[in-house]
């Protein structure tokens, strides 16, 4: 079990006593006491709770990979993915993998649904309080909820969960029950969910403004969901064996849409080195995109800016070699 001092992450903004599971999120179970500090909050458990919730997630746990077809997929994905990924790649192939993925995703992810928002530049779209997504990269059902964002034009802080993660994982376990992603938290509403077909609607119906979800969006996931992960090689599935352990103080945001080649490939890498991002949806139509111009000059996605060192880069392949560089064990020590 992980040392509680490394769980001290914020997690949710509002206030435990307000707490309540929102109705969809009836799977969420356990006794957990909530902290609260500087308006964040954060969960820790006493000893024997713990160990109430080790039981809990472990029979949650073992439902969770039986029902997953990706958990069956991950040894093989692991055999054929390039192994190391901060080493020099086939920058080629890279993009053609990521273009075939886009294309399987074609419909979905790309751009905002209303064009309503394009007369707001101001970014308005977004919640008063962040919403907070636990995911990884490679999961299709996680890649259903980031498309349906873009096309909600939301932004929100990700908390990449990889296979290995040490931090993220642990902390959905303990506020949720079990490990499986992805998982929401939506501070605005005291919400905790999981399941990506109820999260996709509860978004919807939040932040929808009476939009639906794009046609397919929801029954998609089985039929080409998979295709990233499988063209990508379960790339953005699990935690890099050199990722510096400690996250960084401030958090790095990345201006990407979902189904953008080039943003999947910087995505990956900050999984990979479970960096949790704010992520700036800029789909085709975004209230954000004056935010993105002002920022980099430029309408093109991926931006990355990272506030812990000043650094800002627009191309995708110096993002991967900065990230690499600068999240590595070797680096922070
Ligand atoms: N029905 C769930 C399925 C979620 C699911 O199976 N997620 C997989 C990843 S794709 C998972 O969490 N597996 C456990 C793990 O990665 O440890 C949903 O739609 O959200």
Redesign the pocket.
């Known amino acids: 079990m992980a040392n509680y001092s490394t769980l001290c992450y914020p997690i949710a903004s509002f206030s435990p006593s307000a707490f309540q599971p929102h109705r969809f999120s009836k799977t969420i179970s356990g006794n957990r006491r909530w902290v609260c500090e500087r308006r964040r909050l954060y969960v820790k458990s006493t000893k024997s709770e713990s160990k109430t919730e080790e039981k809990s997630s472990q029979t949650s746990?073992t439902s969770?990979?039986t029902?997953?077809f990706?958990?069956f997929l991950c040894p093989l994905l692991k055999v054929f993915s390039g192994g190391d990924p901060s080493q020099e790649r086939n920058h080629s192939l890279e993009v053609a993998t990521s273009s075939l993925a886009s294309v399987a995703r074609l419909p979905w992810g790309s751009r905002v649904l209303s064009s309503e928002s394009i007369d707001k530049q101001d970014g308005s779209s977004n919640p008063p309080l962040p919403l907070q997504l636990f995911e990884?990269e490679a999961?299709?059902?996680?890649r259903r909820v980031r498309e349906a964002l873009t096309e909600l034009d939301l932004s929100v802080e990700v908390y990449p969960c990889p296979?290995g993660s040490i931090r993220h994982r642990e902390l959905v376990r303990r506020s949720g029950g079990k490990?499986?992603?992805?998982f929401l938290v939506d501070p605005n509403t005291e919400t905790l969910m999981?399941?990506?077909?109820d999260i996709v609607k509860y978004l919807f119906k939040q932040y929808g403004n009476g939009r639906d979800p794009s046609t397919g969006l929801l029954e998609s996931t089985l039929f080409t969901g998979w295709m990233p992960t499988l063209l990508r090689a379960g790339r953005g599935m699990s935690l890099w064996d050199k990722a510096s352990t400690d996250p960084p103080p401030k958090m790095i945001e990345l201006f990407s849409y979902e189904n953008n080649p080039y943003s999947r490939l910087v995505r990956e890498a900050l999984c990979e080195l479970e960096l949790p991002y704010v992520l700036h949806n800029i789909g085709e139509g975004s209230a954000r995109m004056r935010l993105l111009l002002n920022a980099s000059g430029s309408n093109k996605v991926p931006f990355l800016v990272d506030p812990n060192t000043g650094v800002q880069l627009g191309d995708y392949k110096e993002i991967l070699a900065y990230l690499f560089k600068n999240y590595s064990l070797a680096a922070s020590t």
């Not at 490990?179 to 992805?182: A, D, H, I």
């Not at 999981?194 to 077909?197: D, T």
């Open positions: 746990d969770g990979n029902s997953s990706l958990s990884f999961c299709p059902f996680c296979k490990e499986m992603f992805p999981y399941e990506s077909g």
